[in-house]
């Protein structure tokens, strides 16, 4: 009785960690939502209310980690027990990153303010924004099932995030040479677009630790040669 | 006798960790400098060669977490150990961007190859470089000497960079509107800045981490409303 009175309280201290990450995981995908969406409607007042948000993140990233030293120091777990402790570290602090970079989206959408890009400008960006956000849920949904299966397709999609930006990029580029004066919003959604691409890096990031937590291999990096920089040079050195 | 031996080769298996992180740090500094100075000269060769250095800081880094894990495992540490441990894993992850940022940042210089803007445009841009570097030499040496004093100088050395990069900003805007034909190199040297000022922020985690390390505090995030939006929000306003 001990014994499974022991067993039942590391499993709980365990699933408090998994639990906050989870609850990360959605406050970070309707965060990332809302802030394209107030940047796309030029909605200035909703994306000045959804830094806050931010910050409630950020105690959570905090909260999983002082969970996982308070479940290691307590119950000195190993193997997968321990792997499941890292890799809800590790997510978390993605997961932070993603809350940073819609924060950041959503100030930009302040900074555009009513200098708004004439219609159209953002049609790139909004593809890419959505398959963003899929590869967000998917990779969210691959941890909460401990779906090896969808973290790899996650890990397999990245390219086409990297493909979208290079799009974008070349279209904002575009925009700014025939009219000089959309230069300074355009240069605004040229890092916008960058945040999004970052968002996916991080999930592809969380998608690795899932495989991790699965299988137990160390994630070594994705395979070189598939940067962002290369598929622009791709693109780009076929004229712009 | 026995416990003596334990105790030594636990401290060994410790100074294994903080070893590679040391080392990590070194190597990173070294790719960053040589990137920044790779995409100042122009030299493409140079910038070309440094893609393959940071396979070599990822490798490292998943050399610290398997060291890590293997220690939790073995010698199931507590308090001022096991936040060693984990201090070492999470600064080792925040070098590992740094190397991919410095990585993208050479891989631009190859992008903008021989399109190059004309002398002067990169002069903010450089002054920010030799600031992000000496934020995260310092945040390398806080991390080796224990010292707090140097993690909290790099903390609030942190609103300099974003200074740094609003101006960098307003300078590469004026250049686009100027003449349109530096555009494209323009849109790269942004791209470059937010880089380096990212490097600037990976630079604060860690001085994070390392005054968890000494103090045994969680980090929980700097005090917001710093964010580089606001500081461009505050410089725009005043009209680029």
Redesign the interface.
Known sequence: MEREHLVKAFDEELRTVTDRVVEMGARVERLFDAAVDALVDGDINRASNL?IE??QI??L??EV??AA?HV??RR?P??AD??EI?SA??IA?DLERVGDLS??IA??A??LGHDRPKPGTTTVLEDMAVFAKKQLHDVIDAYINGDSVKAEAVLNGDVELDTYYSAC?RQ??TY??ED?RS??SC?HL??VA?SVERVGDHATNIAEYVLFRVKGE????RP?GA????V??RD?GKG?
Do not use: C, S, Y
Not at 218 to 221: E, V
Not at 227 to 230: F, G, I, K, N, T
């Open positions: 830094v931010d910050a950020d105690a990233d905090a980690e002082e030293i290691i120091a000195q190993v193997a321990l792997r890292f570290v590790r602090a924060k950041n100030k930009r302040v900074l990029f904002l580029i700014m040479m000089t230069i300074t240069a040229l890092h960058k160390i994630p070594r990096g070189k940067d962002l920089e290369d622009l040079a780009l712009a």
